[in-house]
């Protein structure tokens, strides 16, 4: 039980008396999740194409989201009005500037949730090697 909340957690397991109170609560260890690649082995050789096309259709829309939202920020910011068939010279400097500075945030942004990722990975399988020293 948590002291403070009075509840109980959810990495606990509980016994209860007959009416349903909670006589005791104890500790189960964390089990690892398992990660798209562990999923991925255990499905039939079909079922794995189809992962793999449905994945790859989700990049696609997401690059294609991406790639509009580049356009409509930067365009947004950076036209301003339509005097010429072609954009002036310090529109495209803008243009050029600013999806060069989005891309490189995202690209920013998804390296750190990859470190991210890889540091829990890491903490998790640290732990449980942890908890089978301590069975």
Do not use: W
Not at 16 to 44: C, F, H, K, Y
Not at 72 to 85: M, T
Not at 125 to 135: A, M, V
């Amino acid at each position: 039980r948590n002291r403070r909340e009075n509840t109980i957690l959810p990495t606990q397991r509980t016994n209860t008396d007959i009416q349903g109170n909670i006589v005791a609560a104890r500790s189960v260890p964390n089990r690892r999740t398992p990660s798209t690649m562990d999923a991925l082995e255990i499905l039939s050789p079909e079922q794995q194409q189809k992962f793999m096309a449905e994945f790859q259709l989700m990049q696609i829309r997401d690059n294609g989201t991406m790639y509009n939202d580049v356009v409509h920020r930067c365009y947004d910011k950076c036209v301003g009005s339509f005097r010429s068939k072609t954009l002036e010279k310090d529109e495209r400097s803008c243009l050029d500037n600013c999806a060069s500075r989005y891309i490189k945030g995202t690209q920013r942004v998804g390296r750190r949730f990859a470190e991210r990722q890889q540091a829990l990975a890491e903490k998790q399988q640290q732990q449980e090697q942890e908890q089978k020293k301590q069975d």
